[in-house]
């Protein structure tokens, strides 16, 4: 065989050296060291083994505190009820300004509480020696509280004198709010007052201007029973533009509505002048004065007579009657024969079958035209109930212990709401409703019957001839409630704002505000000149 060159040679194997087995030796070491070392540590899962059995055993003690604590004889519970007492006497003395004497009792209750600790701690129950001393003290502050009258007796007399003081305070409070809400909703505006002057002058000024109402008085579309007759009786010449203004603008057919205004005296050229130089899309109005009303006087209306009755005067303006009567009882405008109108429209317009009434407070949202075809079932007036309000039964407006309203009506009869009212004056004539109302105003003289207004003597003339309209025809509370439901705003054909919160004034409800100040035209020169903004 042949030998393998010398440079292909493979190499002698080497030793190795003994200090590397020794440090061989001594890394292999070590590492068994660790791995067993580690392997003996108590895990995690022992402490809280140990953790839970100590929670354990101090749930233990806690339940026999607890046990101490109910037991009738022990010093625990009577520490318990002084401290209990003694924390009730620290809110009576800082109320009565005595803070020494809260900071003393303050202090002993730390001491109870000290003491309650230290036997929850040692799970056995406080002796009387330990707690001698804390009890003494802390019942001699106790009768010293008695002494000073924190009894509860004496503080239950001091509260109910407090209250019943708060309750005359916020009482007279009420009062005075609604005295100066309701001398703010019975006096006109001076914008408004300035709007009547500057009309009554344009109507002096501009013959044209009467020679246009003149015209219009004789129309036939005026008494014409096929068309839509609104009634409005007022003597505020912006708010009844609103009604009209709005009514048109909602109107299917404006050009076959008929507006009848009455309004007084004062303001009559005032109002002529207003619609002899405004427009809507067609609708004729007429304008009357209520003093050519000859045939109302006191002779025939028992109204009219009562109104200038001396006494009744007397009652309405100076509130010198019974002082617990309601300030709205004493609203002067129920002296105004406009307010009562509404009971002789037959006499007003006897061509026509069937009218509208709206108060001069409404803003109309829907075409009203639908409203005269509305069954009223032979019944006189059409109107929305007011059960469903916070008010509005028989019993809220009329005087139920007089024998005449007791024996005629049933006190949980449902009222109903003037403001939007539909006429069948064929119906009215038929069951002689305004002798009715002249009846009832007679037996009245002396304000038994009812105490205000035109709805009580209302609701006594059409007992039993009115119809239920649907509530969306008329949403009331805009002038006196500010949480009107908005889904019932929306829907609803006509807005009242019955109350002392007139759109008009600036006393209006905010949120209300502009569903009646988008049908008045603010770039009027006139009502520019007034600041009627």
């Known amino acids: 065989m042949r030998r393998r060159a010398a440079d292909f040679r493979r190499p002698a194997r080497r030793r190795l050296s003994r200090g590397f087995w020794a440090a061989l030796g001594g890394f292999l070491f070590i590492l068994f060291m660790l791995l067993f070392g580690h392997e003996r540590q108590p895990s995690p899962d022992v402490f809280h083994h140990e953790e839970d059995e100590i929670t354990r055993r101090s749930v233990t003690a806690g339940m026999n505190f607890t046990e101490e604590m109910i037991s009738a004889n022990s010093i625990t519970r009577q ?239 100076t509130g010198a009657q019974d002082s617990k009567s309601a300030i709205k009882f004493r609203n002067p405008k129920y002296l105004s024969i406009l307010n009562h109108l509404r009971f002789y429209i037959p006499e007003i317009y006897p061509a026509l079958e069937k009218v509208v009434f709206l108060d001069d407070d409404v803003v109309v949202q829907k075409d009203l035209m639908p409203l005269f075809s509305v069954n009223l079932h032979g019944n006189v007036n059409g109107a929305v109930e007011t059960c469903l309000e916070t008010f509005h039964r028989y019993h809220k407006y009329l005087n139920f212990s007089h024998p005449k309203i007791q024996s005629h009506f049933d006190p949980d009869a449902c009222g109903w709401a003037f403001g939007m009212n539909v006429f069948d004056l064929v119906a009215w004539k038929k069951a002689n409703v305004t002798s009715r109302y002249h009846y009832w105003q007679e037996q009245n003289v002396d304000r038994t019957l009812w105490k205000l207004g035109t709805l009580p003597p209302g609701l006594l003339t059409f007992y039993g001839l009115t119809e239920p309209l649907d509530r969306r025809w008329h949403a009331l509370g805009l002038g006196y409630d500010p949480n009107v439901d908005n889904q019932l705003i929306e829907s609803a054909a006509v807005l009242h704002y019955n109350g002392n919160l007139k759109p008009w004034l600036k006393l209006a409800i905010t949120r209300y505000k502009p569903l009646w100040e988008k049908y008045v035209n603010y770039s009027n020169p006139l009502l520019e000149q007034c600041n009627i903004r």
């Open 79 to 317: 520490l318990g009820d002084q401290m209990t007492l003694a924390k009730a006497y620290v809110v009576i003395a800082k109320e009565n300004n005595n803070l020494q004497f809260a900071w003393e009792l303050s202090s002993h209750i730390r001491d109870c509480q000290l003491l309650l600790s230290k036997a929850a701690t040692r799970g056995s129950p406080i002796t009387m020696q330990e707690a001698e001393a804390t009890i003494r003290e802390l019942a001699a502050l106790i009768y010293h509280a008695k002494e000073l009258h924190y009894d509860s007796a004496t503080m239950i007399m001091k509260l109910k004198a407090q209250i019943q003081a708060l309750e005359d305070r916020a009482n007279a409070a009420n009062v005075q709010s609604t005295t100066f809400g309701q001398l703010a909703a019975e006096a006109t505006p001076k914008s408004l007052y300035c709007l009547g002057i500057r009309l009554a002058l344009q109507w002096m000024k501009h013959p044209k201007l009467r020679k246009s109402m003149e015209e219009k008085k004789n129309s036939p579309r005026l008494t014409d029973i096929n068309l839509y007759h609104f009634c409005v009786f007022s003597d505020n010449v912006l708010a009844t533009s609103v009604v009209v203004n709005s009514t048109t603008y909602h109107a299917d057919h404006p050009e076959l509505l008929v507006f009848h205004i009455v309004t007084d005296g004062v303001n009559f050229g005032a109002m002529r002048a207003w619609f002899a130089m405004n427009h809507y899309k067609g609708a004729a109005i007429e304008v009357q004065n209520v003093d050519d009303l000859t045939w109302l006087n006191a002779s025939y209306a028992p109204v009219l007579k009562q109104l200038q009755d001396a006494e009744t005067q007397n009652y309405y303006f």
